[in-house]
Antibody
């Protein structure tokens, strides 16, 4: 059974940093592109960025480029999102998601999400 | 960036109704369009990919159509478990973008 489990969310002050993790199981992790998608409270879905199977290719939404970094550890079947210079508008539930079709989205499995709250 | 719009933003329907949701892209995206269902407090679920391909395990009352800029998600006979918010998402080019969502609720 495919499972994605996020962790690392919590309350952080504006300007602070947080590192989210996503533990994957039940599939060959190093065969898939992986993405992060976020959802602000009561709002719609927003793609954050993704990473290719081997970590050599990464794409981000412009508003997060330079502040957020996606990485992966295929040996540990784990995906990460390092978030720096956090702002109140980064408050959201962050999901990791598997891309069924490489570099096309089609997110066929999602984690349960982890809440990040940016507030003083 | 490719902008995605959806209409209607919400629809009130009854069990058994046929429901159609439209998604439009600001530029052509071929058939790189997916549809998701999300219920409150839950992660989204993939329903349709490549505009019209039904994901395995998704009931056949869901169908998708379209290509280029105009797409449709149809629920042929609404069931109680279908009351949710539906999002389209383009995968033609980075950054991936989602539509604003269509909430389907009970009339």
């Amino acid at each position: 059974e495919v499972q994605l489990v996020e962790s690392g969310g919590g309350l952080v002050q504006p300007g602070g940093s947080l590192r989210l993790s996503c533990a994957a199981s039940g599939f060959t992790f190093n065969s898939y592109w992986m993405s992060w998608v976020r959802q602000a409270p009561g709002k719609g879905l927003e793609w954050v960025g993704n990473i290719n199977q081997h970590g050599g290719g990464k794409y981000y939404v412009d508003s997060m480029k330079g502040r957020f970094t996606i990485s992966r550890d295929n040996a540990k079947n784990s995906l990460f999102l390092q978030m720096n210079s956090l702002r109140a508008e980064d408050t959201a539930v962050y999901y990791c998601a598997r891309e069924a079709t490489a570099a096309r989205g089609d997110f066929d499995y999602w984690g349960q999400g982890t809440l990040v709250t940016v507030s003083s | 960036d490719i902008q995605m719009t959806q209409s209607p933003s919400s629809v009130s329907s009854s069990v058994g109704d046929r429901v159609t949701i439209t998604c439009r892209a600001s530029q052509g995206i071929s058939s790189w369009l997916a549809w998701y269902q999300q219920k409150p407090g839950r992660a989204p679920k993939l329903l349709i990919y490549a505009a019209s391909s039904l994901r395995s395990g998704v009931p056949s009352r869901f169908s998708g159509s379209g290509s280029g800029t105009d797409f449709t998600l149809t629920i042929s006979s609404l069931q109680p478990e279908d009351f949710a918010t539906y999002y389209c998402q383009q995968g033609n080019s980075f950054p991936f973008t989602f539509g604003p969502g269509t909430k389907v609720d009970i009339k």
